[in-house]
């Protein structure tokens, strides 16, 4: 009998790990694989088209958008970013683990046509630590880290609606959390202890 593989979703406020901790899974995994999204944002000096993201004009995307290329599709900061339903399913129908790496909005559309999938957010310790985060980068102007712990606050504020939440307050112990999920072993991740209203108390 064929198997086919499962669909992870992975949302998370800038700042809270998520990248680097969906690259150390994939690279701990013999069979899941990172979904490549497509985008409008201009390619960055290390970025390379199709491994980061395949990089399109917004009219080739827009024209994607009409012929129902994405499973789903958003604009943030002035870019488009979309999945393509297409690389999703093939990937999967080879019997690979997908990793969806989108906001909670995106992860909502996901879910609506692909029930079977797993969602995890991932929240920061605190407040304080993901804006610390997020400046300790040094790439960002004040305004453009306004910008994004807003948009935290509101990725955040919709973390209930996933299967999962596992807190990266410490790396290798939420890494540890997301296998036990990959691996169909989620109800044996630590418990939660974070209080989730105190997180966003003040929004």
């Known amino acids: 009998m064929h198997v086919t ?4 979703i992975i949302s ?8 680097s901790l969906a690259r150390a899974l994939i690279a701990n995994s013999g069979n899941c694989r990172m979904s490549v999204s497509h985008t409008t944002r201009h390619r960055r000096a290390n ?4 491994v980061d993201y395949f990089f399109t004009s917004k009219d080739e995307f827009l024209a994607m958008t009409e012929d129902g290329v994405f499973l789903e599709h958003a604009q943030v900061y002035g870019n488009y970013y979309g999945t393509s339903r297409l690389a999703v399913e093939e990937m ?3 019997g690979d683990n997908v990793m969806l790496d989108i906001d909670w909005q995106g992860a909502r559309l996901v879910r609506q046509q692909m029930p079977k999938a797993v969602s995890i957010s991932i929240l920061p310790p605190s407040i304080d630590e993901l804006e610390r985060r997020l400046r300790s980068r040094g790439s960002d102007s004040a305004d453009v880290i ?9 990725e955040m504020a919709h973390c209930r609606e996933s299967d999962f939440i596992v807190l990266n307050d410490d ?3 939420a890494l540890r ?3 036990l999920i990959l691996d169909g072993e989620g109800d044996s991740i630590r418990p ?3 209080d989730i209203d105190a997180l966003l108390d003040g929004v």
Do not use: H
Request: charged share 25%; net charge positive; proline share 3%.
């Open 92 to 94: 999967l129908a080879k």
């Open 47 to 50: 970025e390379v088209d199709g």
């Open 146 to 154: 306004a910008a994004r712990m807003q948009k935290a606050y509101d």
């Open 192 to 194: 939660l202890t974070l």
């Open 12 to 19: 998370a406020p800038s700042g809270a790990g998520k990248t």
């Open 177 to 179: 959390d997301l296998t």
């Open 171 to 173: 790396f290798n112990q």
């Open 5 to 8: 593989g499962k669909l992870f």
